[in-house]
């Protein structure tokens, strides 16, 4: 990994806009610095390579579970 | 007409579908770009047909998944395997994008499964150089890299991403690939929508001996209210086509690539879209020598 300073891990905003869209349900632009309209788009983005993921690798049980598997 | 010497080269991305259309029909492109990632496996049917399809046409190989401006460094089992298909295809160029893609959740290495935007700093422009030097020496090879279409901005950003790519390449010896929809996209989506100015602005900033390559696609009008998605799922637009000729007039006879990865149309069509780059070269080039 590439070294940064103290000051510079704390801020990481790579790791804050990762944070963001795995975690935070609902980013409002005061508390993560992102716009959710944005976040939304790389949530939905991941959920749909994930499920496309799913569809080649284990076919069946991506058919048997796609229901609950819904877009964000 | 294919490219003469003189003339820009224009390809296609090529995707699965297409593969026998490219080798069972007449040359009507000059090469081909292909993303790296899908040929990856070790041998197996994908790989065949890119080295059948090599033997007919130079072929590019963009890469999605290096995530060069990641804090994170590449792992080496990513780069031995791009390493071992550039040494079976030899392709002629070699791209990035100006992302980051790597990252950790839970104390785990983790890949965020998109093309994340970086913000435009001192210090991110010295991770990427550092991560551009690290492949391009391991490879081998010059990187061309790309601007991104992104839909969130970073308040640290302080440089502009033209600058950025830039200075990039003056510390790399990395060249440009210009995504005139990227900027368009971002253009909608941040900038107000003045297409024409947003391309202006950017290519002006971009030293003359800088890009090697342009990239041209098209993608679906937003609902109401809703950003604008990079979805490469259109015909290329007017107004790309018209940054297109921009990016001619001020960079010259650059390599051009089709770009369509989704709601794929007929080979014809991707073809057509390549003579309309071709066309719009051929204008520009003769109005250069006038």
Known sequence: MIELSSSEHADNEQQRLLDVIWHDESPVRDKSGFEAQGIDIYRRNLLANAQRALSISFPTVFQRFSNYLTVM | MLAKNSDVMVGVGLRHPHFADILTQSKQVDFVEVHSENFFGQGGAALSMLTQVRDKYPVSLHSTSMGLGSV???????????KKLTQHIDPFLM???ACFTWGQQQGQLIHSGDLLPIAHTQHNLTVMCEQIDRVQSFLGRQLIIENVS?????????????E??????RRTGAKILLDINNIAVNSL????GNI???VSDYIDELPVDSVAQIHVAGCSAPLPGELVIDDHACPVSDNVWLGYEQALTRFGAIPTLIEWDNELPEWSVLVNEANKARDIAHAVSARKNT
């Open chain 2, 150 to 162: 992104a839909y969130v901005q970073f308040a640290e950003s302080y440089l502009s991403e033209a």
């Open chain 2, 72 to 82: 994170q460094n590449i792992p080496m089992s990513y780069l031995e395997r791009l």
């Open chain 2, 164 to 169: 950025f790519l830039a200075q990039l390449c």
């Open chain 2, 95 to 97: 791209s990035e994008h």
């Open chain 2, 189 to 192: 989506n941040f900038e107000g």
């Open chain 2, 196 to 198: 024409q100015q947003s």
